[in-house]
Structure formats: structure tokens, C-alpha cells
């Protein structure tokens, strides 16, 4: 397959008294049929750009370079997936909409950074590579899903992944940082599963959003300082290792901090449920509180200091 093939793909797209500029909404409204050579590739949900545009390139056996100079796309900058993000203008993301055969608005809902432009019609068709800050790079995405959108192509691709979703429950695959280049079987650890779906049932709760993101920086703390729930972390986590061997091998970062997301994911749900739920009463006893979530952790037990972010939310915090 060469870039001859996307020049037919553009004879074939509407366009304006023939001069191949297409007219305002024409891309978005008329994604040209199916021709011999030219496949469809469907967007993963919260996919990166480049990622959606590296499949993309590989249907065609293109590099993205390829791919985005014979679409007739200017790109500014430099990057590669995950440390930096493509943004298009409206005028590309129009053309990877017929180039894909994939609706422009189906595109814009399954790439959530397709493009940061508000203007209306095509207007200039460019591409611009951003730095991402770490919190904010896309993560490894489930391989098998990947399989399936790809034509069997590649099975790599990079999601940002929402808050709610850290497992993929239909291949029980995970990818819990950027650092991880591929994603991590989870069968052998079918609590992440239960899990997944206490989580999927948490974020009807008005509160979760918040809850999660205090429950996650208080497992991390205890998860950093080996205090309350060491041991049954220690214990998911060698069962973890022993099903991903490549987990041992990635980079100089240790398996111990690769995994932690992933290995703190029952109790982080479970104590954000508990957070969500409790009393808005000021009247309750932090000492009975702590009762309550200790019971939900299936811990006997649980005094953490003053200074613990647990005790913190729980006496300064709390709404």
C-alpha cells in the first residue's frame, strides 16, 4: 500500500466546484463510501490522537509522517506517544474523518484531545505536536481490544484513560502508568474484576469524582509507607509479578511502583464507596468513622496518625 492510495480517497470526498477544498460541513456530513484499498479504522474510546493516527498510517503501511503529508496536513513540532500529544485544526481532524471512514462527530467523542480548536468549517489542515506533563500522558491501552479495532494490524495503542476505568473486565488486561509499554494480565488477580465493577457502580454517586481522588492519594500514601494493608499489597503484587514477566523489565522503574495504581485498586475503591456515603454530620466521632472504613478495608483494625491524609479529610475536610 503507498500514499497513492489516499489521493483516491480525496477524489473520491466531496468537494467545492472541484478544487478539493471541501465545502462548510461537507467532511462531517458526507464520509464517502467504501472503495477498494481503503479501510475503515475505528477510534478505541478515550484514544489518543497520535495513536488513532499511527493505526490509522498502519492500515495504509504508512509512518504518520507519511500518513499526514499525503493527507495534505502540516505538522508543527516533534513527538512520539506518550510523552507528547497531536492536536489537529478542525480543516484535519475533517480529512482523518473521510481518510478513516469514521463521522467526524463519532471521531471527536471517542478522541477526547482530537482537537482544542472551536472555529467552524475545515479552514487550514495542521497538526501540532504539545510535551504532556506525566499525570496527564495516555496509558497503554487493552491489547486485544486494540486487535480488533486495528484489522488485526497492530495491538498497540494509547488511551487516556478516565478515572473510572483502570481494567478492561472483557480481556482482564491493565495498564496502570505511561511507563508501561504494554498492558498487564490481571487474571490472576480476579479481585481487580470485582473491583472494575464496584467502580462503574460508584461513579453514579454525585461525590465520586472527589471520593476517588482523596481514597487514591490516601492508599498511595500508605501504599509508599508500607502502613495498614502491606502485607495483602505484598501478596497481590508477587501474584501480579509472577502472571507479567515483562513487568520486571520495564525500564529502571520497579514493579513495586509500576503496579501500585493496580495493586492498591480494591482497597482505593472500597474506600472511596466509604468515603462517598458517609454521614454529612459533623456530630459523628472520627474513632467510629474509622470503624466503619475499617470494616469496609476488612481490616481489624485501623489507627493512623494525625497526620495520616486519612485523619485529615476525616477531622478538616470532610463535607
Known amino acids: 500500500m503507498s500514499q497513492t492510495v489516499l489521493t483516491a480517497s480525496w477524489a473520491a470526498a466531496p468537494d467545492a466546484a472541484g478544487s478539493g477544498v471541501p465545502a462548510g460541513g461537507a467532511w462531517a456530513a458526507r464520509i464517502p463510501p467504501l472503495a477498494p484499498g481503503v479501510f475503515r479504522v475505528r477510534p478505541l474510546l478515550f484514544e489518543a490522537t497520535a495513536s488513532y493516527l499511527q493505526r490509522l498510517a498502519g492500515a495504509y503501511r504508512l509512518t504518520l509522517p507519511q500518513l499526514l503529508d499525503g493527507s495534505g496536513i502540516t505538522v508543527h513540532?516533534?513527538?512520539t506517544s506518550?510523552?507528547?500529544?497531536?492536536?489537529?485544526?478542525?480543516?484535519?481532524?475533517h480529512r482523518i474523518a473521510v481518510l478513516g471512514r469514521i463521522p467526524l462527530a463519532h471521531l471527536t467523542r471517542?478522541?477526547?484531545?482530537l482537537t482544542h480548536h472551536r472555529r467552524s468549517g475545515p479552514g487550514p489542515a495542521a497538526a501540532y505536536w504539545k510535551p504532556l506533563e506525566a499525570e496527564h500522558q495516555p496509558v497503554a491501552a487493552c491489547a486485544l481490544c486494540t486487535w480488533h479495532h486495528s484489522r488485526g494490524v497492530t495491538g498497540m495503542a494509547w488511551v487516556h484513560r478516565p478515572w473510572h476505568r483502570l481494567v478492561c473486565p472483557r480481556h482482564q488486561q491493565a495498564a496502570p502508568g505511561p511507563r508501561l509499554t504494554s498492558t498487564l494480565h490481571t487474571w490472576a488477580v480476579p479481585e481487580l474484576i470485582t473491583a472494575?465493577?464496584?467502580?462503574?457502580?460508584?461513579?453514579?454517586?454525585p461525590q465520586a469524582a472527589s471520593a476517588w481522588m482523596t481514597a487514591r492519594?490516601?492508599?498511595t500514601r500508605w501504599y509508599d509507607h508500607q502502613q495498614h494493608?502491606?502485607?495483602?499489597?505484598?501478596?497481590?503484587?508477587g501474584r501480579l509479578v509472577a502472571g507479567n514477566t515483562h513487568l520486571g523489565r520495564a525500564?529502571?522503574?520497579?514493579a513495586v511502583l509500576l503496579a501500585r495504581d493496580l495493586v492498591t485498586y480494591p482497597e482505593t475503591v472500597a474506600l472511596a464507596r466509604t468515603l462517598a456515603t458517609?454521614?454529612?454530620?459533623?456530630?459523628?466521632?472520627t474513632g467510629d468513622l474509622l470503624g466503619v472504613i475499617a470494616h469496609r478495608l476488612k481490616l481489624d483494625t485501623l489507627t493512623p496518625t494525625t497526620s495520616d491524609p486519612l485523619t485529615v479529610y476525616l477531622t478538616h475536610a470532610r463535607p
Not at 506518550?82 to 481532524?93: E, I
Not at 472494575?196 to 454517586?205: D, E, F, S
Request: glycine share 12%.
Open 251 to 254: 525500564g529502571t522503574a520497579s
Open 217 to 219: 492519594a490516601v492508599t
Open 110 to 113: 471517542a478522541l477526547p484531545h
Open 196 to 205: 472494575h465493577h464496584a467502580h462503574q457502580r460508584l461513579k453514579r454517586h
Open 278 to 285: 458517609l454521614p454529612h454530620t459533623r456530630r459523628t466521632r
Open 82 to 93: 506518550p510523552a507528547a500529544g497531536l492536536c489537529l485544526t478542525p480543516g484535519a481532524a
Open 229 to 237: 494493608l502491606t502485607g495483602r499489597w505484598q501478596h497481590r503484587l
Open 77 to 79: 513540532g516533534h513527538g
